[in-house]
Structure formats: C-alpha cells, structure tokens
C-alpha cells in the first residue's frame, strides 16, 4: 500500500482553526495503484470512469492519508446512530469526513469532535429553485433569489456540512434552519455547540462549508 507522500494535496485548512483541511485533485494520481486490494474492489464497483476516479481517491484517503495522519498503520470503523461511519479504535477521539464535487475531493479531521464537509461545484446541473422550496426557508429563498447559483450552493453546503457533522441526512425532516451565513465566513451557536465555516475555493468556482459539533 503506497501511501502517496508524493501526491499534491492542497491545504484548504482556515489558520488557526481546530481542524485539517485538505483536497486533491482527482487527476493528480493513479489512485486505485496505492489502495489496499479491498479498497481497490470497492472503488472498482463505479462503471462510470470520473465516478470510479473519485471513488479510488476517496478510498486513498481513507485507507492512507488518515492511517498516515493519525500515526496508525490502519484504522478501525463502527456506525453511528444514523448509519454514519464513525472512527473506532485508536481513532476513537477523532472526527473524520470526505466531500467531492467536480474533479476534486476534499478530507476534514479533528480532535474531539464530530466534523462535516461539503465541497459544491457551482457549476452542478440542479434546479435549485425546487430544492430550495423543500429545504430553505422563506427568508433563505430571498436571499438566495438574490445572490443566484452561487448563494444556493453556499447555503446548501453550509446545511451539508452540518447535517454530516450531526450524522444524519436530508431525509425525515432534518432541514436545519438558518446556517446562512451573511456575510461573514464564520458562524457560532453557543446552545448546540456547532461552528460553520464557509468560503469559496478554486478561483470562486466551488462552495466549501466545513462544521464541527
């Protein structure tokens, strides 16, 4: 298993926050020829080419970069109660979370706490005029009427990032409510303990929310 201390990953990480941040792009590396044979056969299990790409550089994450990054030769798995996969083990205090959009995926860790991340190509076909009435509020769908593409994806990957960093998902009504953030790139809510963070990235062509709780 090769480890890949050769690839180019980028540094997305805010300065000063409690958490690593980093991304690579999908074109950067023949990842499925780094990945432990079982990583290879899920990753192989993708029949579209850009799917099974990010699927290998996923697995390398998972199987390399946080063995690598947590001192361990390999890490342990269990599920949450919503079905998310949580680290056990050795990597039992540490929270861990992967995004990808377009050809780039992107990996969250922290110490002590539960993290998501979501990473959003503004140029992803969606009819976000039918997804912001199931999932914004009236006040959200103002502004993102306002702001356009780019303040959808901003807001949905803020809402993204937490749900993933709650454990759960989309479905049951798990909407959340006002974590827009306007316009700082940093929010706290003292009740819940959850901070948001987001930006642009990539030339201003993705939205990037990253939460903790």
């Given at each position: 298993m090769d480890r890949g201390t050769d690839i180019p990953l980028q540094d997305w990480a805010w300065p000063g926050e409690p958490f690593r941040l980093v991304a690579a792009d999908v074109a950067a590396a023949d990842w499925a020829a780094r990945l432990p044979l079982e990583a290879q056969e899920r990753a192989a299990r993708f029949t579209d080419p850009a799917a099974r790409a990010r699927a290998a550089a996923s697995e390398w994450f998972k199987a390399c970069w946080l063995p690598q990054e947590l001192g361990l030769d390999r890490v342990e798995w269990k599920t949450g109660t919503h079905g998310k996969p949580r680290l056990a083990g050795g990597g039992g205090g540490w929270g861990f979370n992967l995004s990808h959009a377009g050809g780039y995926v992107v990996a969250a860790l922290a110490q002590g706490v539960a993290i998501g991340v979501d990473l959003e190509s503004l140029a992803r076909k969606a009819d976000v005029e039918a997804l912001?009435?199931?999932?914004?509020?009236?006040?959200?769908?103002?502004?993102?009427?306002?702001?356009?593409?780019?303040?959808?994806?901003?807001?949905?990957?803020?809402?993204?990032?937490?749900?993933?960093?709650?454990?759960?998902?989309?479905?049951?009504?798990?909407?959340?409510?006002?974590?827009?953030?306007?316009?700082?790139?940093?929010?706290?809510?003292?009740?819940?303990?959850?901070?948001?963070?987001?930006?642009?990235?990539?030339?201003?062509?993705?939205?990037?929310?990253?939460?903790?709780?």
């Open positions: 912001g009435a199931r999932v914004f509020s009236a006040s959200e769908r103002e502004w993102v009427r306002a702001g356009g593409r780019a303040a959808f994806f901003t807001l949905w990957s803020q809402k993204e990032a937490l749900l993933k960093a709650l454990g759960c998902g989309w479905a049951n009504g798990n909407v959340v409510r006002g974590t827009r953030l306007e316009p700082a790139a940093f929010q706290e809510e003292p009740a819940t303990r959850v901070r948001v963070w987001s930006r642009r990235v990539l030339d201003g062509a993705y939205a990037l929310a990253v939460a903790v709780f």
